[in-house]
């Protein structure tokens, strides 16, 4: 079955940089594309980034476009997901998805939570 | 960029009851829609594509519809595991443009 581990999560200061990494079992990770989506503490859900299967392609929210860069390593079954310059506003829990037809989230990790604060 | 707007905010039901939750797009999305289900301390689960698909898993009495700028999420007969939160997303054309609307919460009455 699909299982997805989000792993790095954890305080960190504004302004500083974190990594987060995705494992990825039960299918074949170099054929789908990979999503990262957050969520503030009691609020709703937002779109991160977007990687094509291949790396090749990557998308961004305006909110996190030239501070986070998504990545993959298919030869590792991993989705990373480097933040910098965090801001306090970039707390939350953030979740891996597997791709399904180019845009929706099919399968979900259980979350990393990301606190940014002094 | 594309904001969807849900409606209620809060419904507040009884098991057996049917449920209807709108989503509403500030532009047309075509068929490019998705629900979502979210329990609390859970990740969220997809519950229907492309306005009407179901995901696997997903029981029939959960259905989507609409067309353009208006959806609906429609529960046939709630049961006791229905009740929690339910957002939209909508992903635009190519390349992607991924929104989600801010939620509605079903609580039991």
């Known amino acids: 079955q699909v299982q997805l581990v989000e792993s790095g999560g954890g305080v960190v200061q504004p302004g500083r940089s974190l990594r987060l990494s995705c494992a990825a079992s039960g299918f074949i990770f170099g054929g789908y594309g990979m999503h990262w989506v957050r969520q503030a503490p009691g609020k709703g859900l937002e779109w991160v980034a977007l990687?094509?299967?291949?790396?090749?392609?990557?998308y961004y929210a305006d909110s996190v476009k030239g501070r986070f860069a998504i990545s993959r390593d298919n030869s590792k079954n991993t989705l990373f997901l480097q933040m910098n310059s965090l801001r306090a506003e970039d707390t939350g829990v953030y979740y891996c998805?597997?791709?399904?037809?180019?845009?929706?989230?099919?399968?979900w990790g259980q979350g990393t939570l990301v606190t940014v604060s002094s | 960029e594309i904001v969807l707007t849900q409606s209620p905010a809060t419904l507040s039901l009884s098991p057996g009851e049917r449920a209807t939750l709108s989503c509403r797009a500030s532009?047309?999305?075509?068929?490019?829609l998705a629900w979502y289900q979210q329990k609390p301390g859970q990740a969220p689960r997809l519950l229907i594509y492309d306005t009407s698909n179901r995901a696997s898993g997903i029981p029939a009495r959960i259905s989507g519809s609409g067309s353009g700028t208006d959806f609906t999420l429609t529960i046939s007969s709630l049961e006791p595991e229905d009740f929690a939160v339910y957002y939209c997303q909508q992903r635009g054309n190519w390349p992607p443009s991924i929104t989600f609307g801010q939620g509605t919460r079903l609580e039991i009455k």
């Open positions: 998805a597997k791709d399904q037809s180019g845009g929706w989230c099919h399968y």
């Open positions: 990687v094509s299967y291949d790396g090749s392609n990557k």
């Open positions: 532009q047309s999305v075509n068929n490019h």
